[in-house]
């Protein structure tokens, strides 16, 4: 799973944020004051593909896209971000602390090692 991600913030406040997954072919987007949306392309009674708008939080229709086994046997990719400040509680700590639960041999942890079959992490 992989989204292509959108964000405008003004002295620090998010206005606009637009998220797309090309694999489900949805768009989620929201605007400060105005709401969040879930945009999915789906056949109409004639059989012709339409955008349909959804606003969020959908509450009991999620789209199911991984098995209940599911992040176990995947690739695990993770970008690490520019804040490499090593200060307490800091970017860089909770990404370290990610990757070390997804990536622990399985069963350690307290059972929440070893999720991931392989990992990626691609950049500088």
């Not at 800091?90 to 399985?106: D, L, Q, Y």
Request: charged share 25%; glycine share 16%; proline share 4%.
């Amino acid at each position: 799973m992989f989204c292509v991600s959108i964000g405008f913030v003004l002295h620090g406040v998010p206005i606009i944020g637009v998220i797309y997954q090309p694999l489900l072919d949805t768009t989620y987007s929201s605007l400060t004051g105005y709401g969040a949306w879930q945009d999915d392309d789906c056949r109409n009674g004639k059989g012709e593909v339409v955008k349909e708008r959804k606003r969020l939080p959908l509450v009991n229709s999620p789209k199911e896209v991984l098995g209940k086994e599911a992040p176990k046997g995947c690739i695990f990719s993770c970008e690490w971000g520019k804040d490499r400040r090593d200060v307490e509680g800091g970017n860089m700590w909770r990404k370290v602390n990610s990757f070390v639960n997804m990536a622990a041999e399985i069963g350690s942890r307290g059972g929440k090692g070893g999720m991931v079959h392989g990992v990626r992490s691609l950049g500088r």
